[in-house]
């Protein structure tokens, strides 16, 4: 017997051009089947997991600040090429966001391999190169794009090691910062948002491996 999903997605097919895609979507589990014929699906903006104590950076509130960072970097960079350095995995929504807002003809990027982090959420103090770069740095103008600073040790360590390796200029481009956490003072060019001292997921930032994909930063403490 038809589901309702499917008997809306068949009243849906005599509107839409791909009707038996429409039809297929009914089989994943976030598709919800509207009166009038409209398949839609959960979008992960939508999903608020038991973890998530409280949104603290909305979709909405993290694009217009990027956008912003994109207006300033460009400008700040304007008529010289830019090479984008982003530290996995944290950083990748923040790099690929970024370097889309970047009004600059010139931009490349490489990823940076780094782990700080055990499986939980207190940082072990020990900096670990997982990935080196793939290019040369040597005379280019590296912005390192990183998503938290929190202690400050990785930064510092990923500071030198590009630092050593004789970019024509180097400078951070951080989305949040937790400054009352610092246990090294580090040079952070641009910063998104000044954070509490709280742990933070979604965009990038994971609590065990989980949260990344969010597309807001909430914490899970508190
Ligand atoms: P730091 O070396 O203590 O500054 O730590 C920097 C790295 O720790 C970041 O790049 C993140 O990967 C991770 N980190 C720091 N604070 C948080 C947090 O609140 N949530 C998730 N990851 C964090
Ligand atoms: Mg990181």
Redesign the pocket.
């Known amino acids: 017997m038809e589901d309702s999903c499917q008997r809306y997605a068949h009243r849906a097919s005599e509107q839409v051009r791909a009707p038996s895609f429409r039809r297929s979507l009914c089989l994943f589990p976030g598709a919800t089947a509207r009166p009038g014929g409209a398949v839609v699906m959960t979008r992960a903006r939508e999903l608020r997991p038991p973890e998530i104590r409280e949104v603290l950076f909305s979709e909405a509130r993290l694009a217009a600040r990027v956008a912003e960072l994109g207006a300033q970097i460009g400008h700040d960079y304007r008529g010289r090429s830019l090479h984008l350095i982003g530290?996995l995995r944290?950083a990748v929504p923040f790099l690929a966001d970024l370097a889309r807002s970047l009004p600059l003809e010139d931009v490349s990027f490489d990823l940076l391999g780094?782990s700080?982090?055990g499986p939980q959420?207190e940082?072990l103090g020990v900096?670990r190169l997982t990935k080196d770069l793939d290019d040369p740095v040597v005379d280019r103008h590296v912005l390192i794009v990183?998503?938290?600073?929190?202690?400050?040790?990785?930064?510092a360590y990923l500071r030198e090691q590009v630092g050593r390796r004789g970019p024509a200029s180097l400078a951070v481009v951080a989305l949040l910062d937790?400054p009352s956490?610092r246990q090294r003072p580090v040079q952070v060019e641009y910063v998104g948002f000044t954070a509490p001292d709280?742990?933070?997921?979604g965009y990038g930032?994971?609590?065990a491996g989980r949260f990344r994909h969010l597309p807001y930063v909430g914490a899970v403490d508190g």
Request: charged share 25%; aromatic share 12%; no cysteine.
């Open positions: 530290v944290g780094i700080s982090y959420t940082s900096v990183e998503d938290i600073v929190d202690t400050g040790l990785t930064l937790k956490r709280r742990f933070l997921v930032l994971d609590y």
